[in-house]
């Protein structure tokens, strides 16, 4: 492997003393040399081992073998060293491979492209001073073959996983405690050993205190986070016990020993397991485990296969997560060639739903959010938006919406926050909003509508009263709980087509007790009329919520939009919203729209008893003078109203999310 003759490429040369010199002080000369004559078989090159490989490679280790049987992808961008534009769909053996030789021109190098399994684990193991571990987290059938095969030879071990933004990693010697003997998955189910190797991995869980999105977590679709700064961290503990077990040199804590390091929390621990997950408090875990690991599957957020196809469906895929009421989405795609489109939007109105009221215009404002999220969403891909309303015949308008390309447009900053946008139905801190994000917000609602800020204990008193009375109105009616049992998803924590119960803020005793009353409007009749229904369900809905927040806001027009313009003013004020919301969550800032006050003050002014009976046709005209108290304009009435602030808790682990494109396109005409 020494030739003794400096390697020559071009006008460039290559000698291995010079290369690793600088490494000469923390090892000695001749460890060194034993790094070069040493040989480390690396079983997979992705998230970890491509790192391994280099950081190994860049200490001066002079012979690998290397298994991997994927190519590179764009979702490895995050934390695959040899993950690049360039490497797109190229054999990750190949890709590292090459990347170690160009660190090394003189190392010795077998790339096994078809992954390990039983027929060659022999000729990738052998002659090899150390087996680094650096599998997908669910290989563990290739994983614990190839630890056993490793232990029969005599062939140290060593394996790190990136958990969160910290790393774990364990050494296991010859001789010692086994990888089988530490993790005990002989003879478990798959999804049970995930359970054992994720209990075994993390015997404190330090990056449980900051796991930002639990959703992202699916051990049954075999789908998890990770980042970078955790991939490091793992090459670094890996080569630093590679060379204290290759050189002999420093003592080695093999297992029971575990060690744990999280950057994050800035805390590092070394423990000793001694019956590895057979100890009474690793087994009480698993026995935990084993419960939650279906709770994470059926919570997890589903997989979305990223956006394809032409343009305008790529357009489309962003656009889609405009918001609408009770996530209806009422629009369909026309598709009319490369550039153009036209939307159907359909209104439900009062008959079939309740709070589609006034010509359907929350249903014409939901529109005007998607009109603007079209035209973000073209940004990104350097065109320009316009659309034109092209009327409605009874529940049914058309709007032409034509796409131009302009090169050199600059994506709008507000598209990245197409899909993040969200209703966050949980209390809000109560520190203020500041004077600059005030001026952003209402800038971005242009000259021709006006907001309101309803600040400070008493103001935000009084909203939270008048969304109670709303709500009051809402869960007595019967018209409203139609809705309600249609739209609310009790099975699904991410919803494509309907808002799921868990994310619509009460707690889980209440909505249990809410999911067996509402199976028939009679129970719901009874637990009103006798029982109090609504008094927890306003309590929790609207009272705690509208005081944990920084203001409520209402939205109205500066001046009323001319006569026969009320459709184009709705879109066009939708439009001014989506932009106000996506503005706010750019901020930093959380939403709950709230247009139940809206709805029931409108219907205040009806007679008969076409929507409301007496009693709730007085108690909607109470609701109505409080709402009316706070329009701009006696003769216009508000446009939109909602509640903002800045979130206390992560992301709900719940949400509705949308259908996807395909399921929205309508055939042409």
């Not at 490494?23 to 060194?32: D, S």
């Not at 957020?301 to 357009?315: C, F, H, L, N, V």
């Not at 719901?524 to 203001?551: H, K, S, Y």
Request: include cysteine; aromatic fraction near 10%; charged fraction near 25%.
């Amino acid at each position: 492997m020494d030739s003794g003759k400096p390697f020559t490429q071009g006008q460039r040369s290559f000698d291995y003393r010079e290369a690793f010199s600088r490494n000469i002080g923390w090892l000695t000369e001749r460890e060194q040399v034993v790094l070069r004559r040493s040989r480390v078989a690396i079983a997979g090159m992705g998230g970890v081992g491509g790192i391994h490989l280099l950081t190994l490679a860049r200490l001066g280790v002079g012979a690998f073998r290397i298994a991997d049987l994927d190519r590179f992808e764009l979702a490895n961008m995050n934390r695959q060293a040899g993950a690049g534009m360039s490497s797109l769909g190229r054999e990750k053996v190949e890709v590292m491979a090459a990347a170690a030789r160009d660190i090394n021109p003189e190392v010795a190098l077998d790339a096994f492209p078809d992954g390990v399994n039983e027929g060659n684990a022999g000729a990738f193991l052998a002659g090899a001073d150390l087996f680094v571990d650096a599998l997908d987290f669910f290989a563990l059938e290739v994983r614990r073959m190839l630890f056993a095969r490793a232990a029969a030879l005599g062939i140290p071990a060593v394996t790190a996983a990136p958990i969160g933004f910290g790393t774990t990693y364990f050494v296991f010697l010859p001789g010692g405690m086994s990888f089988e003997e530490y993790f005990r998955l002989d003879g478990l189910a798959p999804e049970r050993q995930y359970v054992n190797f994720a209990v075994g991995l993390t015997p404190r869980g330090f990056h449980r205190a900051y796991l930002a999105d639990p959703s992202r977590m699916d051990l049954a679709g075999r789908r998890g986070p990770s980042t970078a700064a955790a991939v490091q961290l793992c090459a670094g503990v890996v080569g630093t016990e590679a060379v204290k077990i290759l050189t002999g040199r420093g003592r080695v804590w093999p297992a029971p020993w575990y060690h744990q390091f999280d950057a994050f929390q800035g805390r590092w621990l070394r423990g000793r397991l001694v019956l590895g997950n057979r100890g009474p408090l690793q087994t009480l875990k698993r026995q935990v485990g084993y419960r939650v690991y279906g709770r994470l599957s059926r919570n997890a957020r589903p997989a979305e296969e990223p956006a394809t196809g032409s343009r305008i469906e790529r357009i489309l895929d962003l656009a889609r997560w405009a918001p609408s009421g009770d996530n209806a989405q009422p629009w369909r795609f026309e598709l009319r060639g490369a550039n153009e489109l036209v939307v159907h939007i359909h209104v439900e109105g009062e008959s079939r739903n309740v709070y589609d009221f006034d010509g359907g215009r929350p249903t014409l404002l939901s529109a005007g959010f998607l009109l603007e999220s079209l035209r973000l969403a073209a940004s990104r891909f350097a065109c320009d938006s316009q659309w034109e309303y092209r009327g409605g015949e009874g529940a049914n308008h058309r709007i032409a919406v034509k796409f131009t390309p302009q090169p050199g447009l600059a994506e709008d900053p507000l598209c990245d926050f197409l899909a993040a946008r969200s209703v966050d139905r949980r209390r809000y801190l109560t520190t203020p909003l500041m004077a600059a994000e005030k001026a952003a917000l209402e800038a971005a609602l242009g000259p021709n509508l006006a907001i309101a800020w309803h600040e400070g204990r008493d103001a935000r008193w009084r909203m939270a009263r008048i969304n109670a009375r709303a709500t009051d109105i809402r869960l007595r009616l019967r018209a409203a709980y139609e809705v309600h049992r249609r739209v609310l998803d009790w099975d699904r924590p991410f919803s494509p087509d309907g808002v799921p119960a868990a994310a619509i803020g009460l707690d889980p005793m209440t909505l249990r007790l809410m999911r067996s009353v509402m199976r028939t409007w009679r129970r719901v009749d009874v637990m009103n009329r006798f029982f109090g229904g609504t008094v927890m369900p306003r309590f929790q809905l609207d009272i705690v919520p509208g005081l944990a927040c920084a203001a409520h806001f209402t939205v109205g027009w500066r001046t009323p939009p001319g006569a026969g313009k009320d459709v184009a003013a709705l879109l066009e004020a939708g439009g001014l919203l989506q932009r106000f919301w996506l503005l706010a969550t750019n901020l930093g800032l959380v939403v709950q729209p709230s247009l139940a006050p809206l709805c029931f003050a409108h219907y205040a002014g009806r007679t008969g008893a076409d929507v409301l009976d007496a009693r709730g046709l007085a108690r909607a005209r109470d609701l109505a003078r409080h709402v009316d108290a706070l329009r701009f304009d006696p003769a216009t009435p508000l446009v939109f109203m909602g509640r903002i602030g800045r979130p206390i808790a992560n992301p709900s682990p719940s949400r509705s999310i949308r259908r996807m494109v395909t399921s929205l396109l309508a055939p042409p005409g």
